[in-house]
T-cell receptor, first 113, second 107 residues
Framework: NAGVTQTPKFQVLKTGQSMTLQCAQD?????MSWYRQDPGMGLRLIHY???????DQGEVPNGYNVSRSTTEDFPLRLLSAAPSQTSVYFC????????????FGNGTRLTVT | GQNIDQPTEMTATEGAIVQINCTYQ??????LFWYQQHAGEAPTFLSY????GLEEKGRFSSFLSRSKGYSYLLLKELQMKDSASYLC????????FGAGTRLTVKP
């Protein structure tokens, strides 16, 4: 049972490049979410999904896209990377419907130069 | 809007008790969570309150007062390994976090 798996662990991008951060969970969780974590600012919610085919914006959605075509996968896309997107990104999932404890992936450290 | 506040840093001595406070103002409420995060690692779940009162789990306890928008995490018999950040989070439609409290435990 792998839990929540994020890839890659580290990534360096140039300004304007695009990329996709992958997130997969094998716990059959309905709820999945993406956070970014910056020093002194805690975890800020980017996008979340309450089930396959459903996504919604969080606190800081600009510059990011998501999709949820399957229950297992919730990729995060950076369309045109900017230095302000340098951060640590965490994917998290929970069972939903009263089982709201978040299970986190190990994070992706992204640097945009 | 949503606002979740907790102290930025705290220091305590090994073997002592420390209380980390969290106040929140949110548009809805379905539960308050506490997570622990060691430096360079992912957050891990510690405790959860949905009703008023105290929840105890070994050395860790969490308290909630919904009418006051207030929670605290109580850590007893502090150990060096408890040095970490402690994150308060509120569940409504999604899960929002405070900025975290960095706890340093000294010998």
């Amino acid at each position: 049972n792998a839990g929540v798996t994020q890839t890659p662990k580290f990534q360096v991008l140039k300004t304007g490049q695009s990329m996709t951060l992958q997130c997969a969970q094998d716990m059959n969780h309905e709820y999945m979410s993406w956070y970014r974590q910056d020093p002194g600012m805690g975890l800020r919610l980017i996008h979340y999904s309450v089930g396959a085919g459903i996504t919604d914006q969080g606190e800081v959605p600009n510059g990011y896209n998501v999709s949820r075509s399957t229950t297992e996968d919730f990729p995060l896309r950076l369309l045109s990377a900017a230095p302000s997107q340098t951060s640590v990104y965490f994917c998290a999932s929970s069972g939903g419907q009263g089982s709201w404890t978040l299970h986190f992936g190990n994070g992706t450290r992204l640097t945009v130069t | 809007g949503q606002n979740i506040d907790q102290p930025t840093e705290m220091t305590a001595t090994e073997g002592a008790i420390v209380q980390i406070n969290c106040t929140y103002q949110t548009s809805g409420f379905n539960g308050l969570f506490w997570y622990q995060q060691h430096a360079g690692e992912a957050p891990t779940f510690l405790s959860y309150n949905v009703l008023d009162g105290l929840e105890e789990k070994g050395r860790f306890s969490s308290f909630l007062s919904r009418s006051k928008g207030y929670s605290y995490l109580l850590l007893k018999e502090l150990q060096m390994k408890d040095s970490a950040s402690y994150l308060c989070a509120v569940k409504h439609n999604d899960m929002r976090f405070g900025a975290g409290t960095r706890l340093t435990v000294k010998p």
